[in-house]
């Protein structure tokens, strides 16, 4: 009687811990899938000051014919690739317009110009928010389903990736304006 | 008004030892005359008990009012564009927020003294010394303990913040796990395991705890932490408020019988700098600053 008990209690404590683990590998999920939106906010945020202060620039350059952004291609749901990318994308594109502005006094100095710098560096340090709460998350993940015991019951979970903005930064992304 | 000399505090140091030890010997006459029966002892000696606690309280004041006031207003002074010193009234309790603080002890009763209302570089803060107490009871015996004592700053950035995000120093490895298992919704670890060792980091906001605590930002408020001797905890509000408290178990700005006027000044002055430097780190802050 006595080892009977025993095993009903044994057997009732893993049935805790593994609904228990289960479930906490669909909250880390959740996290995961609500950071990765954030990003894709922010990314959203950042191209569209980044577009408006491309449209302030041109109107500032009108003999340089040449100077057109690459289309960015951001959209609900992409993957952490198809973030990074066009992150990389944009700083290129930030690099050209403050690149540019050096060269236009007049453009520098120009209160909307101003104001955008303002905004863009805003939306850059949520999307810095954005990016280190994804990959603390992520970490959080992939740590659950990599060590024992809990990898037991991670059969059908993979690691996550990480959202490198620094490292596709220095990447060379072809680029045309 | 003259200032008051070192020969002065001197002067006024002995009258309060004099008074302290007339005190002391009234008492012990008193209960001396109470336990062999001679109430005729009894009567001067409750006398004397009452004359010596009045002078003694009386020059307590003294001290404190026209010793370390001045010298008090003097450091603010030096310090800030525009201050105001009330050495017996506190932080007001709708000032406190208490339930925000979510501190890990019941508070029954809030003492306090040294209510300092400043601006600093533009920036309104209060600030106060803070001494919470829990009342215990058990079966008839009640205690008074202290849960807290020390400097409590409120700063008022004006415009929200990010998020509602709250700092407090971990107590130990044992308090981590509890917290992890209570409070897994709203615990958020960084990538400054530093940070996270020292620090319980709470807020439903993840994404807006991020923005506010920037690597930068987490540096800072360690190496500030350092420095000050106590648990620490800071609480970034909404409604552009941040409260800073800081647990040392002393009065910050309480007379000490063994210094002088001018260790005095110099104690004054290095916690008000304490203070400044813990402001000047929130005011580097992008993150706070671009919303506040």
Redesign the interface.
Known sequence: MPFLIILVAVVAIIAVWAISTSNNFK?AKI?ID??RS?IEVALTKRYDMLTKQLDVAKSFMQHEKDFVAEVIYLRKGMSVGEMNEASAKMDKMADRINFTAEAYPQLRSSDLFVQLQVGI??AE??L???R??Y???V??FNTMITVFPSSLLAKNYTKEDFFEAEAHKRADVDMKF | MQPYSNHDLATLRRKKSLYTAGLVIGIVLFFVGMLSGAILLCFPAFAAVAVFGILTNRISKQIKDEICTPIMQSVLADVFERSEYHSRERLPDYLLELEEMQFPFDVDRIEGSDYIHATYQGLNIEMSDIRLVDVRSSGKHTSHVTVFEGLWLVCDFGKPIAADLLLRERQTKVFRFADKWFHSDDNIETENEAFNEKFVIRSRDQHGAFYVLTPHMMERILQADAMGAGDTYIRFMKTGKVHISINSGRDAFEYNASESIEQMKHRFASEIRYVTDLIDILRLSDTIQNNA
Do not use: F, I, L
């Open positions: 909250v996290k609500e950071s954030g560096r805003d340090e949520h810095q928010a954005a280190r709460a990959n603390s998350n970490t959080r």
